[in-house]
């Protein structure tokens, strides 16, 4: 129900009671705190004949007008919640109906996978969906509800009360809220039903495990689950043991107090046990029961979990945890829990001999109601070297000695743990250089007991100690090794770049003047230690990069080839490249004034002759008339003598040259006439 839908005198209470929390009752019933929510069964109908009147903090509700924050802010006034955890993935159905024709229940869903459940208050993102329609009767969620979250209205109303189911997700923790805003209200009951998620834990209930305590008269039970509150009886009727000397004269769970339900009890005996072993036999007590789960599965009667007892005696330490990688502390695990106040801070109840010294920097324990399962021994430096180390344990500086749960001093003793060595994946690798192929052998010297190897060269996976690879002479290659000795590792990479091919090239122009050298440009590629080059046969060079070389004058048109080579001397490597250049009879910019279009060979085509040198370069012939009958702006292309394909008869063309000159860049304007002549 909307508080901005609400008739004036009770929207002004609400501000008075929202402003004067003095005025507004708190929640303090279990199940009315998102702590002490009810543990669902999904095959459980919950009623609620009435509900206590209280409220909480406000609840944020998205997509609802109401503040810039994209949602609007709805009291949490009479609230119940519901726990329970997705076991297979599907929708949640559920249907909440009224006791009463006249009632509007709100709700919402959370996902406060771990997370504090007291977070639905200030985290937004664990907002799964919700109804808060100021519409009369049932409510929920089924499949055919509305998509999305319905907001706050004024009853009656007839907005939508069901949303859409939504989706659960496996091993996600839920909890439901229902809500009613009027302090008076005649209950509701709740039922899951619809949808295709499992919220029945399939887990059956069992006896786990029974400790004695120190003087043998009470014993500490726990379950494999939790089963109901209401389901013990504070006497203790379901329990006995064997042998029978003594009875089960009381229990008290751990968590009854400030919950629905319980997993560890503790149960009072009327006389203290004696040496021996016994067994803790479960049966139905004057409840009719034994315990039950929150789906009401019993655990089966006559089940029984064995336990020990003995009277205390001083104790050792069992074992010391296997060191980690360069680890800077150690567990020490007890057989019994140890009192943390007896634990000396500055380490001194412990001392550390073996293959390298160790100093013990302080202990401390994990220490719960004060008492630790183990104790943590911490060193000045970390354990770099391997190896079987003896870890002694003593009085310490204060005088005394570590006492366990029972109050029993602890004997000197040493207990042996062992370290490894720290690694190094610093690998080696030799090569041999080839023209076209480099092989290169990878070892790692297994120092530091080393068992494992895992190479990758280029992505490709290699788990030898040494390895051989073969790579192009011009490539890039990625390197890794991860090495360990199944408790430390370490990791090396190195990117090798080869550019040892013998790769010859060069760029040359094709065509140069007669009164021009040639220059050449080395493109070569590779480790070349000597060069070559060769103008055909009139000159040679071993320059890299040589200066700029002169043809002899030949005065016609002559094609020279140029070759390079390029040699390793070394890996006895050799490559070429070779390009023919045409140097020209003249360049000379000059036009004919005849020409024979007549395929004999000599002659046949009309053009400006070597313009080489002519940039901007425009050429154009026209007949008597005026016609344009061939352009050109190259200065290779010539005038075949046709027009449209036909040859044209003897007779007078106009020309027109135009260029800038490459070497004086001066600009040239030409024309003139020439004659077909057949």
Not at 241 to 260: E, K, N, Q, R
Not at 347 to 352: A, E, L, R
Not at 604 to 610: L, M, R
Request: glycine share 6%; net charge negative; with cysteine.
């Amino acid at each position: 129900m909307n508080r901005n839908h609400l008739p004036y005198f009770l929207y002004l209470f609400f501000i008075l009671s929202a402003s004067h929390p003095l005025l507004a009752q708190p929640c303090t019933n279990l199940g009315q705190t998102p702590a002490t929510a009810f543990p669902v069964c999904g095959s459980t109908v919950f009623t609620q004949n009435s509900v206590p009147v209280c409220s909480t903090f406000d609840i944020f509700v998205p997509g609802c007008p109401g503040s810039t924050t994209g949602g609007a802010s709805y009291q949490n006034k009479n609230p119940y919640y519901y726990r329970f955890t997705c076991y297979t993935a599907g929708t949640l159905g559920f249907t909440i109906t009224p006791l009463a024709a006249n009632e509007d229940y709100d709700w919402q869903l959370y996902d406060i996978t771990g997370k504090n459940p007291d977070q639905i208050f200030t985290d937004n993102s664990t907002i799964v969906t919700g109804n808060w329609a100021g519409t009369y009767g049932p409510t929920g969620a089924s499949a055919s509800g509305f998509n999305g979250i319905q907001c706050a209205s004024s009853p009656p109303d007839n907005a939508p009360t069901f949303a859409k189911m939504p989706n659960l997700i496996v091993g996600h923790e839920y909890i439901l809220m229902v809500s009613h805003f009027t302090d008076t209200q005649s209950g509701y009951t709740l039922s899951f039903s619809g949808g295709t998620a499992v919220i029945t834990d399939p887990l059956e209930p069992h006896l786990l495990n029974v400790k004695p305590d120190c003087d043998g008269t009470k014993l500490t039970l726990k379950l494999n689950k939790k089963v109901r509150c209401n389901s013990y009886t504070p006497s203790a009727s379901e329990f006995s043991i064997l042998p029978a000397v003594a009875t089960v004269i009381s229990a008290v769970p751990d968590s009854c107090a400030f919950g629905f339900d319980f997993d560890e009890i503790t149960l009072t005996l009327s006389a203290p046990l004696t040496n021996n072993n016994y067994q803790l036999i479960i049966k139905n007590g004057t409840d009719n029961n034994t315990l039950l789960d929150n789906c009401a599965r019993a655990i089966p009667q006559d089940e029984q979990v064995p336990f020990f007892y003995a009277i205390p005696q001083p104790i050792f330490a069992d074992s010391v945890g296997k060191a980690k990688c360069a680890a800077d502390s150690v567990l020490v695990y007890f057989p019994k829990k140890i009192a943390c106040n007896t634990i000396s801070p500055d380490g001194s109840d412990f001392s550390v001999t073996g293959p390298a010294p160790l100093t013990v920097a302080t202990a401390y324990g994990q220490c719960i109601n004060g008492k630790s399962d183990y104790a943590v021994v911490k060193f000045t430096t970390p354990v770099y070297v391997g190896g079987t180390y003896q870890l002694t344990l003593k009085a310490g500086n204060d005088g005394s000695v570590i006492l366990d749960e029972c109050g029993q001093e602890m004997p000197q003793h040493t207990r042996n743990f062992i370290a490894a060595d720290t690694v190094n994946a610093g690998f080696t690798y030799t090569a041999s250089l080839g023209c076209l192929e480099n092989t290169y052998l990878f070892t790692h010297d297994g120092a530091h007991q080393v068992n494992s190897w895992n190479w990758t060269f280029n992505n490709v996976p290699v788990t030898t100690q040494s390895h051989s690879v073969v790579y192009p002479s011009i490539s890039t290659n990625n390197v890794q090794l991860i090495v360990s000795n199944g408790t430390c590792s370490d990791t090396s990479a190195v990117q090798l770049v080869f550019n040892n091919e013998v790769r010859a090239s060069f760029n040359a122009p094709d065509i140069i003047c007669p009164e021009d050298p040639l220059v050449v440009e080395n493109t070569s590629t590779g480790l070349v230690t000597s060069w070559l080059w060769k103008y055909d046969v009139t000159g040679s060079s071993t320059l890299k990069d040589p200066p700029a070389y002169q043809f002899p004058a030949r005065n016609r048109e002559t094609y020279y080839t140029i070759k390079l080579l390029a040699y390793n001397n070394i890996l006895g490597c050799v490559d070429s490249a070779r390009k023919v250049v045409r140097v020209l009879d003249f360049c000379l910019i000059d036009v004919p004034t005849a020409f024979t279009p007549n395929n004999d060979g000599l002659n046949d085509y009309f053009q400006p002759h070597n313009a080489f040198k002519a940039d901007n370069y425009d050429f154009r012939v026209y007949n008597r008339w005026g016609q344009l009958v061939f352009q050109s702006r190259n200065w290779q292309e010539k005038w075949d003598g046709r027009i449209n394909g036909e040859l044209q008869n003897p007779g007078v063309f106009v020309w027109m040259l135009s260029y800038t000159h490459r070497d004086t860049k001066k600009e040239v304007f030409r024309k003139g006439t020439v004659t077909i002549i057949r």
